[in-house]
């Protein structure tokens, strides 16, 4: 990999007030203004110390929006994580100790010998350059289908990624194998020793492909929601609530078909809608107070699930808020005046609930 200088990119600004009708529940309709840029193909969205915001897209290429007054500039690149287009993106976090550190983390999908692999990696921010730092963990397993590679840092300041059975047989879905399974990491790449598995990052397993990790605030517990497989005119994605060591069956099971050692789902989605989860936060402001809201690419949904911190596993409301109205979406994120981000492939919006 080489070392990448930020660079300035103008982009067009879409000035434009859009009004969506959700597909369920609210008697009101959400708001939902384009913040300046367009992208082709992003992925993830993250913030700075400083209010900026970050958007990565799959080439590698990431983006930064500098507050200006009440809105965004137009977006300038900030990073190219992708080695000019010799790695792919698959998942992206900022170091909550940002300001001290300058890290941010990306897992990023080469091709080694013919095989897709996966590798852990952070990078540094130092007098405007944004600079490989170190590989934290090299050829994870990968795949051109269902790689997973979804990165965050936990309220236990531990780094947690998600990895996909990348498409292998049935039989090399395992743990020891780290196919399908939630990792968890110190922030400088070791194993701690508290994890599920002794001497590994394993922390749980039996996923398909991972796309969205969060935690309820108020509870502190982990939610992972994965992309499940085809059903009749959609997908069989399931909520996750993880404990360490939990096993959630695939490829053997998934969602509501689980069996004796497996965990059950807290909701899933079923035969006539397709999810397809990629980002998820829960809000904690404003009217979606204590909802968990994720971006889904299947039908191009922003679906808003309500539960309690006191029963976290009692759904009281769900609501597909849009449905296909921005196309694909990718990323979801609460921002600090009480608004909620949403990122689709093309565009990111401002919306307020």
Same mark, same amino acid.
């Given at each position: 990999?080489?070392?990448?200088?930020?660079?300035?990119?103008?982009?067009?600004?879409?000035?434009?007030?859009?009004?969506?009708?959700?597909?369920?529940?609210?008697?009101?309709?959400?708001?939902?203004?384009?913040?300046?840029?367009?992208?082709?193909?992003?992925?993830?969205?993250?913030?700075?110390?400083?209010?900026?915001?970050?958007?990565?897209?799959?080439?590698?290429?990431?983006?930064?929006?500098?507050?200006?007054?009440?809105?965004?500039?137009?977006?300038?690149?900030?990073?190219?994580?992708?080695?000019?287009?010799?790695?792919?993106?698959?998942?992206?976090?900022?170091?909550?100790?940002?300001?001290?550190?300058?890290?941010?983390?990306?897992?990023?999908?080469?091709?080694?010998?013919?095989?897709?692999?996966?590798?852990?990696?952070?990078?540094?921010?130092?007098?405007?350059?944004?600079?490989?730092?170190?590989?934290?963990?090299?050829?994870?397993?990968?795949?051109?289908?269902?790689?997973?590679?979804?990165?965050?840092?936990?309220?236990?300041?531990?780094?947690?990624?998600?990895?996909?059975?990348?498409?292998?047989?049935?039989?090399?879905?395992?743990?020891?194998?780290?196919?399908?399974?939630?990792?968890?990491?110190?922030?400088?790449?070791?194993?701690?020793?508290?994890?599920?598995?002794?001497?590994?990052?394993?922390?749980? /397993?039996?996923?398909?492909?991972?796309?969205?990790?969060? /935690?309820?605030?108020?509870?502190?517990?982990?939610?992972?929601?994965?992309?499940?497989?085809?059903?009749?005119?959609?997908?069989?994605?399931?909520?996750?609530?993880?404990?360490?060591?939990?096993?959630?069956?695939?490829?053997?099971?998934?969602?509501?078909?689980?069996?004796?050692?497996?965990?059950?789902?807290?909701?899933?989605?079923?035969?006539?809608?397709?999810?397809?989860?990629?980002?998820?936060?829960?809000?904690?402001?404003?009217?979606?107070?204590?909802?968990?809201?994720?971006?889904?690419?299947?039908?191009?949904?922003?679906?808003?699930?309500?539960?309690?911190?006191?029963?976290?596993?009692?759904?009281?409301?769900?609501?597909?808020?849009?449905?296909?109205?921005?196309?694909?979406?990718?990323?979801?994120?609460?921002?600090?005046?009480?608004?909620?981000?949403?990122?689709?492939?093309?565009?990111?919006?401002?919306?307020?609930?």
């Amino acid at each position: 990999m080489t070392m990448f200088a930020r660079r300035s990119l103008p982009a067009a600004v879409l000035s434009v007030f859009l009004w969506a009708v959700p597909g369920t529940a609210p008697a009101t309709a959400q708001e939902a203004k384009p913040l300046p840029g367009s992208w082709i193909d992003a992925l993830s969205l993250a913030s700075l110390p400083d209010g900026s915001l970050l958007v990565a897209q799959r080439s590698g290429l990431v983006d930064r929006l500098v507050p200006d007054g009440s809105g965004y500039r137009s977006p300038e690149v900030w990073a190219d994580l992708g080695d000019n287009g010799h790695s792919d993106l698959l998942g992206f976090a900022v170091d909550p100790d940002f300001l001290s550190s300058g890290y941010v983390y990306a897992v990023l999908r080469t091709v080694v010998d013919g095989v897709p692999v996966a590798h852990l990696t952070r990078w540094r921010d130092s007098a405007g350059l944004v600079v490989l730092n170190k590989v934290l963990a090299d050829n994870l397993p990968s795949g051109t289908d269902r790689a997973g590679g979804v990165v965050k840092f936990g309220p236990d300041g531990h780094l947690w990624v998600g990895i996909g059975d990348g498409g292998a047989p049935a039989a090399d879905v395992t743990p020891t194998n780290l196919r399908g399974v939630l990792l968890r990491y110190n922030p400088d790449g070791s194993v701690p020793t508290d994890n599920a598995l002794p001497g590994s990052p394993v922390w749980a /397993w039996g996923f398909r492909d991972p796309g969205a990790i969060t /935690w309820q605030p108020a509870t502190g517990k982990l939610f992972v929601l994965d992309r499940g497989p085809a059903v009749a005119q959609g997908t069989n994605d399931p909520v996750d609530i993880v404990a360490k060591g939990d096993n959630f069956g695939w490829p053997k099971y998934m969602a509501r078909d689980y069996g004796r050692g497996t965990t059950p789902p807290l909701t899933y989605c079923s035969s006539g809608h397709s999810w397809v989860p990629n980002g998820a936060a829960f809000v904690t402001t404003g009217d979606w107070d204590g909802s968990l809201v994720f971006a889904g690419s299947g039908k191009g949904n922003l679906i808003r699930l309500t539960l309690t911190s006191k029963t976290p596993t009692k759904i009281t409301f769900e609501d597909e808020v849009y449905t296909g109205e921005f196309g694909a979406l990718m990323d979801v994120a609460p921002a600090s005046d009480g608004s909620v981000l949403l990122l689709s492939r093309e565009k990111l919006y401002r919306i307020v609930p």
